[in-house]
């Protein structure tokens, strides 16, 4: 059989055209796909889609590498869903069902944890696809934003540390005026006794310009005087807090919420009774916040939890100590604990205890930490007792 070989060279011609046209093609598709894999694992996102009708379930690579699951393996919706904390699950089914329902779409962070059990914060995002009225897909990203949720805990806790800080500081401010204001009269007072003195050496003074420069002198002492009382009713004011109170409430109160935080954790109580101290309740609260919240995070790996907050009365002062049977403070720590921004801890400030310790010297207590002799911290608050006498 014999072609004409004109039409055959043509149509060499022409396939050779759609094979570089499929290649040119596959080569730009190629390229797009890479810069989306790029950036969508820079942004640590992914896309998914869900089939109604199957409930079969597409993932892009990033979604698969959000629950640490091997790309391209089988997933099941049920399987999938199982990873989720209870109440994101509940969460999102009940947004699903009604973005189903109403052909909408919603966004929700979730609380998963993958298939290697780590923990993780995923940004959801899901739109439902209609054909004919009827809702035949659901589809969207995830997005992991665990560290962005870090951060924000991060910032929740410290506003909880520093919540009092605040009204401390004001009263700095009030002091600094304040010593300011008194320097003026002080700075009178021995101006004027350094000419009194410097006339008096050379015999030039009389006994009228005498009187003079000492009465000027007594006026500013009774001016500085007066700012210093002053400054007391200021720091005796913001003193109206301080109360004659049984701690043992405001200790099992504190206990409670850290409690409530985990399910694990075990607290022991060992107060002693009939202790009153002079302190502000909610500081003095402040401080046991913070120390129950560095023992439970001592203690946050173990299969056993427990911390003991335990009082010892003694003759004028309460110890009040709070122990943990976790890992103790490390070695390089012990001395520095109580500095500012000095921590251990991946999401640490550094603050809580050096805040207690303001807090506790305000109160003209101590506090010490150490640890015990089963490993664990041990921190020591000290405050004077109140006696009615
Ligand atoms: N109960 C404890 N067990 C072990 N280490 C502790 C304990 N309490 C405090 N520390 C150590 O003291 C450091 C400072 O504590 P803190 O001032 O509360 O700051 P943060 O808790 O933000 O790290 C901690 O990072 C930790 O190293
Ligand atoms: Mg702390």
Same mark, same amino acid.
């Given at each position: 059989m014999e072609l004409p070989p004109a039409n055959l060279d043509e149509a060499v011609d022409e396939l050779a055209d759609h094979a570089r046209l499929v290649r040119e093609q596959a080569a730009v598709i190629a390229h797009y796909k890479k810069m989306y894999e790029r950036s969508s694992a820079l942004a640590r996102i992914g896309v998914w889609e869900c089939?109604? /009708?199957?409930?079969e379930l597409t993932w892009t690579d990033g979604v698969y590498d959000l629950f640490e699951l091997p790309r391209g393996s089988t997933i099941q919706r049920a399987h999938i869903v199982d990873l989720y904390f209870d109440e994101s699950r509940r969460e999102m089914e009940r947004l699903r069902a009604q973005a189903i329902r109403e052909a909408g779409s919603f966004s929700l962070d979730i609380h998963v944890r993958t298939a290697k059990g780590n923990e993780r914060w995923i940004r959801l995002t899901a739109d439902v696809e209609q054909e004919d009225g009827k809702a035949i897909r659901i589809f969207g990203t995830k997005q992991d934003i665990t560290e962005e949720k870090w951060a924000q805990e991060k910032l929740q806790r410290l506003q909880t540390e520093l919540i009092h800080v605040s009204r401390k500081s004001a009263m700095g401010v009030m002091a600094t005026t304040l010593a300011h204001e008194i320097n003026q009269p002080l700075a009178a007072i021995s101006s004027y006794a350094a000419g009194a003195r410097r006339a008096l050496g050379s015999a030039a003074i009389d006994a009228e310009t005498l009187d003079i420069t000492l009465r000027a002198i007594e006026r500013n002492a009774i001016r500085a005087g007066k700012i210093i009382r002053s400054l007391r009713a200021v720091t005796h004011e913001s003193a109206a807090g301080h109360q004659a109170i049984d701690p043992n409430p405001l200790i099992r109160e504190a206990g409670a919420l850290a409690a409530a935080r985990s399910q694990t954790i075990v607290i022991r109580y060992g107060l002693a009774d009939g202790v009153r101290i002079v302190i502000d309740p909610v500081q003095f609260q402040q401080v046991v916040i913070n120390l129950l919240q560095n023992a439970a995070d001592a203690v946050r790996d173990r299969p056993d939890q427990e911390i003991s907050v335990a009082s010892t009365l003694l003759e004028a002062s309460v110890e009040i100590r709070v122990e943990d049977n &976790?890992? &103790?403070?490390g070695e390089e720590m012990l001395d520095a604990v109580?500095?500012?921004?000095? !921590? !251990?801890? /991946?999401? &640490?400030? &550094?603050?809580g205890l050096p805040i207690s310790r303001t807090i506790i010297e305000a109160h003209g207590g101590k506090i010490s930490a150490e640890n015990g002799a089963g490993g664990g911290a041990c921190v020591c608050i000290s405050l004077p007792v109140f006696r009615e006498d």
């Open positions: 089939d109604l /009708a199957t409930e &976790g890992d &103790g403070i109580f500095d500012t921004f000095t !921590s !251990s801890k /991946a999401d &640490g400030m &550094g603050l």
